[in-house]
């Protein structure tokens, strides 16, 4: 085999490996509950600039996405994120660019305090505990972190968990083998258990 075809053979394992681990990540702890209200979350990303980055932006845009047509009424959109240095909390960056830019005009609620995700799950739990349906917004990786540690702190509200629209075949393609190697990173913490795709 020549060595052009080597790499081209290996870059496109590279993306089949990348966009398959995402696919996973996304239908872990998910659930196929109903219910007429749900609250969709969105974690925010590290954001020291006055206007919300491009990952921020991506993630509002796979929050508002999320909320299905016949719940868009009864939904709740949360915005998670403290503030990083002395700039705007995460929070408010993402909840302006949901108004001003997508022109959200729905319910917004802000958790404006955490600056990990463990503390984006605990400081949201007051916002939930009234909603049938829960869905988590982020990268997949990020997410299914943040699932996981919804059913370490409350298991009762992780049985309300569905899958939010946070992973589609081909978005992010080429970035996605990079996202896969920096999730594995970042789910070291999360047990075997926790990764498995949730029976349906």
Same mark, same amino acid.
């Given at each position: 085999?020549?060595?052009?075809?080597? !790499?081209?053979? @290996? %870059?496109?394992? @590279?993306?089949?490996? #990348?966009?398959?681990?995402?696919?996973?990540?996304?239908?872990? !702890?998910?659930?196929?509950?109903? #219910?007429?209200?749900?609250?969709?979350?969105?974690?925010?990303?590290?954001?020291?600039?006055?206007?919300?980055?491009?990952?921020? +932006?991506?993630?509002?845009?796979?929050?508002?996405?999320?909320?299905?047509? $016949?719940? %868009?009424? &009864?939904?709740? !959109?949360?915005?998670?994120?403290?503030?990083?240095?002395? #700039?705007? %909390? =995460?929070?408010?960056?993402?909840? $302006?660019?949901?108004?001003? /830019?997508? +022109?959200? &005009?729905?319910?917004?609620?802000?958790?404006?305090?955490? +600056?990990?995700?463990? =503390?984006? /799950?605990?400081?949201?739990?007051?916002?939930?505990?009234?909603? $049938?349906?829960?869905?988590? @917004?982020?990268?997949?990786?990020?997410?299914?972190? @943040?699932?996981?540690?919804?059913?370490?702190?409350?298991? &009762?509200?992780?049985?309300?968990? /569905?899958?939010? $629209?946070? *992973?589609?075949?081909?978005?992010?393609?080429? #970035?996605?083998?990079?996202?896969?190697? *920096?999730?594995?990173?970042?789910?070291?913490?999360?047990?075997?258990?926790?990764?498995?795709?949730?029976? +349906?």
């Amino acid at each position: 085999m020549q060595r052009g075809t080597r !790499l081209a053979v @290996a %870059a496109a394992a @590279a993306l089949v490996w #990348g966009e398959w681990l995402n696919w996973r990540w996304s239908q872990a !702890l998910v659930g196929n509950r109903e #219910g007429p209200s749900e609250a969709v979350v969105v974690l925010g990303f590290r954001n020291p600039q006055p206007a919300a980055n491009f990952i921020n +932006r991506w993630r509002v845009r796979a929050g508002i996405r999320s909320i299905t047509g $016949d719940h %868009a009424r &009864d939904t709740r !959109l949360i915005f998670s994120g403290g503030a990083t240095g002395k #700039g705007v %909390a =995460e929070a408010e960056l993402l909840a $302006d660019y949901a108004r001003s /830019v997508l +022109r959200w &005009d729905g319910e917004v609620l802000l958790e404006d305090r955490s +600056r990990t995700t463990w =503390e984006n /799950v605990i400081n949201v739990i007051p916002l939930l505990e009234d909603v $049938d349906r829960i869905k988590i @917004a982020s990268q997949p990786a990020h997410a299914l972190k @943040a699932r996981a540690y919804l059913r370490r702190q409350r298991p &009762d509200l992780a049985e309300r968990l /569905v899958r939010a $629209d946070d *992973y589609r075949p081909g978005e992010w393609l080429l #970035g996605k083998p990079l996202l896969a190697l *920096y999730g594995l990173w970042t789910l070291r913490g999360i047990r075997a258990g926790e990764r498995k795709l949730s029976p +349906r």
